[in-house]
């Protein structure tokens, strides 16, 4: 595997393999957070365990029901809320 890589390879729903994986920020039955070459990767569903993580190689093997992989963009402007608005 080459270090610098990150890919993505989701099996039937069941079984996402990430590449280029630099450190898991939260893990539980619902939600998986990684940070990757890629960006922040969220990854929502039912289930969800570790399979295989080795930081060493970058790879990361999530079983279980997914649902959802989302990337947060850390370049965007945050929203204001309401009292956001009323304060300008």
């Avoid at 940070?35 to 969220?42: E, I």
């Amino acid at each position: 595997m080459d270090r610098n890589n990150h890919s993505i390879r989701l099996d039937d729903r069941k079984k996402l393999v990430i590449e280029g994986v630099s450190d898991v920020v939260s893990f539980d039955d619902l939600s998986v957070v990684l940070d990757t070459l890629g960006g922040r990767l969220n990854i929502n569903g039912e289930d969800l365990h570790i399979q295989t993580l080795c930081l060493e190689s970058g790879l990361v093997e999530v079983v279980g029901r997914i649902d959802e992989m989302m990337y947060e963009d850390n370049n965007a402007t945050p929203k204001r809320g309401l009292f956001g608005r009323l304060a300008r």
